[in-house]
């Protein structure tokens, strides 16, 4: 992969030891953690003396100490390796970054280290059974007694549910204020945490090697020195302030699996003969390809021009919006064909392309749907 204008030699070294990493250490693995839904949990310990985990937060708190570009050629080494199992980009990319923004000294001191070292993994509980992107009517509730804040309600579709230490709650701390009404509270969380409930892992159609799961929350007691911001109510916007980065994070990922499907189309095109020649003969297959590498590398260039903007500081939110709908929108253009050039075998699950296919779709809904994006886009105009 070629070197951007965002990135430098230290952030190269950095994807390479990524790669390797995922290729050595992860992918041979793939099949065990499809079947069992979820990856082993030493990987993030494994990642963390590596220091692949929280790379963008600052060294006195136990992170990398770089920046978000380090934070992308992460994601974009994970994504093009074709591991769907491992969590990072929301343990590192996401949720570590609220906890160092709006999380007290102690909490930052405390938690941040252990999430570097992978000896805590991060999950973030957003979305309801009843609300998805509509975050305003959350119905979980947080009720403050004394120096504690008791939880009460659920949260579905947790990405790293399965296998996490700490949790970030979106919870109604103020159920008649609507989004004014909301707050973040951060949850340690272990087998015998009281009032804790892991649900199953939710069988999906794609990314099956990444524990997706239900959580509830039965009178589940919290430290109120947990809770993100000086005061209640803080929640809605502290989630509008860094949803533009986790919206730029789902493309970077949507633009990395579209070169992964070109390459991956390419190679197999070239060797793959019918009817006495190599499939990329045909001017069907070129024409197909030369098509899908135009949308990738035009992708490319638009999610290159946000990742600056987003490290000068001028990545605004209808520009997340619009890379986050529409670099997803085109990869589930581009696998669709590609997949379609593999024939019958695009079809086998152990072909990546078909991997490729099935995880790409639900880019399109996680983060705000792209239904959302468009009407955030829209607001702007």
Partial sequence: MARRAWSD???EMLRNLTRDFFLREVMPHEAEFVAQGHPDRGLYNRAGELGLLCAAIPTEYGGGGGTFAHEAAIIEAQARSGDGSLGMPVHSSIIAPY????????????????????????????????????????????????DEYVITG???????????????IAAKTDP?????GVSLLYA???????????GRILDKIGGKAQDTAELFFDGLRVPAANLLGPTEGQGFYQMMTMLAQERLVTAIMAVSMMERAVELTIEYTKGREAFGKPLF?????KFELAECATL???????????????L??????????????????QLGIVVDRCLQLFGGYGYMTEYPISQLYTGARVLRILAGTNEVMKDLIARSL
């Fill in 99 to 146: 906890l160092h923004t709006f999380g007290s000294e102690e909490l930052k001191q405390r938690v941040l280290p252990q999430a570097a070292s992978g000896e805590v993994v991060l999950s973030i509980g957003m979305t309801e059974p009843g609300t998805g992107s509509d975050l305003q009517n959350i119905k979980t509730r947080a009720v403050r007694e004394g």
């Fill in 176 to 180: 008649d204020r609507g989004a004014a």
């Fill in 154 to 168: 659920s949260k579905i579709f947790i990405t790293n549910g399965w296998l996490c230490d700490g949790i970030l």
């Fill in 188 to 198: 340690e969380v272990g087998p015998d945490t009281p009032g804790f409930t892991r």
């Fill in 296 to 310: 990738a590398e035009v992708g490319r260039t638009f999610l290159d021009d946000c990742i600056i903007k987003h």
């Fill in 281 to 285: 003969a045909m001017q069907n297959t």
């Fill in 312 to 329: 000068n500081g001028g990545l605004d939110i209808p520009t997340a919006a619009m890379a986050k709908y529409w670099l997803t929108d």
């Fill in 9 to 11: 030699t230290e952030v």
